[in-house]
C-alpha cells in the first residue's frame, strides 16, 4: 500500500497564480487533512474533512478551498497564491475517532 | 484560543541516555494527547498517545505521562539511538472538534555519538 500520495512534491509559484494539491488514500479512511508547516514551527490545520461530502474549516483556511472529491482523495486549491502561503503542506488521512493520522510527504509551495 | 505548545525548542542527548520531552496544554476538553515524531523531509509519524483519563501509558521504549493538574504531558524515551533523532510534537484531539488534531511547535531532539 502506498498509504497517502501528494503531488506535486515540489511547486514555485507567482504571486496570483493558482494551483490545486492533490492528495489520494488507499487506507479507506474516512478523515483527511490538509496541514501547512512553516519553518520551525508546527503543523497548523487549513481543512478537515471527516466524511465524503463534508468538510470543515480548521484554524488558517483564509486563502484556500478544498474539495473532498471521493473518499480516496482531498484536494487543496489555491485561488491567488501569496507570498505569506510559502510553506510546506501535508495530507493526512485517519480512521474515524483514532488518532493516528498518517502523513503524506509533504509538498514545498514557494510563492515568489 | 486553546493551544498546544512545548517548553523546550531543542533537546541534547548522549546516546544510550534517557530523554525526556516537555509539553504544556491549555484545552481541558481534549479527548486525547499524542505524541508524533517528524524525520527531516518526512511527514509527522504516530508515536504513542494517551486517554485524557489515564496519568501513564507506556510502548516500547517511550513513556508519556500526562499531568492534569498542571495540564503537562511528557515523552520519555529510553537508551536514546541516534535513530531517535528528529522533531518531536505534542498534539491533541478532541472527539467534539471533529475529530482534528491540533499540533504544538516541536522539540527537536538531537542525539550525540
Known amino acids: 500500500n502506498a498509504g497517502v500520495t501528494q503531488t506535486p512534491k515540489f511547486q514555485v509559484l507567482k504571486t496570483g497564480q493558482s494551483m490545486t494539491l492533490q492528495c489520494a488514500q488507499d487506507m479507506n479512511h474516512n478523515s483527511m487533512y490538509w496541514y501547512r508547516q512553516d519553518p520551525g514551527m508546527g503543523l497548523r490545520l487549513i481543512y478537515y474533512s471527516a466524511s465524503e461530502g463534508t468538510t470543515d474549516k480548521g484554524e488558517v483556511p483564509n486563502g484556500y478551498n478544498v474539495s473532498r472529491l471521493n473518499k480516496r482523495e482531498f484536494s487543496l486549491r489555491l485561488e491567488s497564491a501569496a507570498p505569506s502561503q510559502t510553506s510546506v503542506y501535508f495530507c493526512?488521512?485517519?480512521?474515524?475517532?483514532?488518532?493516528?493520522?498518517?502523513f503524506g510527504q509533504g509538498t514545498r509551495l514557494t510563492v515568489v | 484560543g486553546e493551544s498546544v505548545g512545548l517548553h523546550l525548542p531543542t533537546l541534547s542527548v548522549q546516546e544510550g541516555d534517557n530523554s525526556i520531552i516537555n509539553c504544556a496544554y491549555s484545552?481541558?476538553?481534549?479527548?486525547?494527547f499524542i505524541w508524533y515524531k517528524q524525520e527531516s523531509g518526512k511527514g509527522p509519524q504516530f508515536i504513542i498517545d494517551i486517554r485524557s483519563n489515564m496519568d501513564k501509558r507506556q510502548g516500547q521504549r517511550v513513556t508519556v505521562l500526562l499531568n492534569k493538574t498542571v495540564k503537562h504531558l511528557s515523552l520519555q524515551i529510553a537508551a536514546t539511538q541516534p535513530g531517535d533523532s528528529a522533531v518531536y510534537f505534542c498534539a491533541e484531539n478532541s472527539y467534539n472538534a471533529g475529530n482534528m488534531l491540533t499540533f504544538g511547535g516541536g522539540t527537536r531532539l538531537m542525539v550525540k555519538p
Open positions: 484545552n481541558s476538553a481534549s479527548d486525547y
Open positions: 493526512a488521512s485517519s480512521e474515524g475517532t483514532s488518532t493516528e493520522a498518517f
